[in-house]
């Protein structure tokens, strides 16, 4: 039974709600930790299409329980949005949704502040999804902020008032719109108190009722290792811990009760919003991996920057997550390419540097050392087995296994369940248990 970390080892969008939506079976329940609806995560099979912002990818598995996780910020109107929309679809959520009363609210004035400091940092934006998540971060660490709990607090009042006190000057000073006063908040918050009465729950304390009983869970991670607070490219960072630590303190569980992290790495990279990416590609090879990669955010549309895979930014990630297995994705984009380059190294001024710099003006220096290897030339989507894969492409994972230094378990072959390889190793043995079978069985449509 294992307690298992899924994490974006890039810059988001590594194709982490394709890989938890696959694995599910093979847990009892799937919690979100960090992030909010900043996160768009993408989830396909046969001819039906997903794409999730706030409830975790294992939703659409009716014996799954799925938990928003005290680490996480939300804004309760796309809440109630997402679950509209899943419930017309079908899934039948109640009983099985747990949202915790210790995340934090987004309120209208977080996304307010949120696009009128980006607008005012001009050309230097950080480049957000606008949801307010940061000022809703920050409000934590400043102690002034809202939990879900507080929605139906006697003190809401005075809560709302203090808040208001806090970002009205920021937000006079921006220009932006003049926010709610407190009267329309207290009611707006307590219609959303109503609304989400039947989710709220002490979460952390029904995990570990959950672990007492034996039941396993799958922490799915948001954003990107890149962008992780603390680890990341900061400032260009979301406002979370997106890397492994994250997932004990957004849930409440320790870290003695996680098996391991399943690291999602796509086979080249993408990053949206600003900030360095060193093997950012403005040719026509960065232009076909965004046509083929279909490379533009679930979230907010916007065209998606595209490059080479950067191994030295992915070993970074595997350090830091402790990542014992990966999930490779979207290898079938780079089928039509004559020629893959791989980044192994960062040259600064002469020297070769072995991990990624702190600092930015450093990382926006450095010049990538880049090993080639020759295009397959060849379909590769919906391939089943490993051995099935043109030698080029067996070749450029192995190559990856060594300098990202773990094994490959998973190799994504497209955007269905379906389209996926299960290497038959140890680690994905050891990821899912005595339930790889039903995972199989999953994939194949059963
Ligand atoms: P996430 O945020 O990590 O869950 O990733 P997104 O869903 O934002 O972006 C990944 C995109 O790639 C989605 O459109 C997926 O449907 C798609 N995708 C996932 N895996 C594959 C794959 O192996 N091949 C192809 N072609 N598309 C994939
Ligand atoms: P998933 O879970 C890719 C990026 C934004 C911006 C920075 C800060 O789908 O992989 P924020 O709104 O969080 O304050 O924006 O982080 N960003 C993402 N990029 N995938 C995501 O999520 C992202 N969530 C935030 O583009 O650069
Ligand atoms: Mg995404």
Known sequence: ?????????????????????????????????????????????????????????????????????????????????????????GVAAEGRLWL??????????????????????????????????????????????????????????????????????????????????????????????????????????????LLDDGRSILFEGAQGALLDIDHGTYPYVTSSNATAGGACTGTGVPPTQISGALGVLKAYTTRVGGGPFVTELHDDTGEHLRRRGNEFGTTTGRPRRCGWLDAVAARHSRRLNGIGTIALTKLDVLDELDEIQMCVGYRYRGERLRHMPTRLDILSEVEPEYRSFPGWKTPTVGILDVADLPAAARDYIAALEQEVGA??????????????????????HGLLGDRTADVLRHRDGG
């Open 407 to 428: 094994p490959v378990g998973l190799v994504s072959t497209g955007p269905r369940r379906e389209e996926t390889i299960l290497i038959d190793r140890p680690e994905v």
């Open 100 to 209: 915790s009363d210790r995340a934090q609210v987004i309120l209208p004035v977080h996304v307010a502040l949120d696009g009128a400091r980006e607008q005012a940092l001009g050309k230097q934006k950080i480049g957000t999804t606008i949801r307010g998540i940061g000022p809703s971060y920050e409000g934590k660490a400043a102690r002034y902020g809202l939990r879900l709990g507080d929605l139906q607090a006697d003190d809401l009042e005075a809560k709302l008032e203090r808040l208001l006190a806090w970002l009205s000057p920021e937000l006079a000073a921006l220009e932006a719109d003049p926010p709610p006063t407190v009267a329309e908040l207290v009611t707006l918050c307590r219609g959303w108190a109503e609304r989400l009465k039947p989710y709220l729950q002490e979460t952390s304390g029904r995990i570990h009722d």
């Open 1 to 89: 039974m294992a307690n298992t970390i899924v994490l974006g080892m890039q810059w988001g969008d590594e194709g982490k709600g394709k890989i938890v939506d696959l694995i599910c079976p093979a847990f009892d329940a799937v919690a979100r930790f960090q992030g909010g609806h900043n996160a768009g995560h993408t989830v396909k099979f046969a001819d039906r299409h997903f794409a999730l912002h706030l409830l975790p990818s294992g939703i659409l598995h009716p014996g799954v329980t799925c938990i928003l996780g005290n680490g996480m910020v939300i804004y309760p109107e796309a809440f109630l949005k997402e679950l509209e929309e899943v419930t017309a679809a």
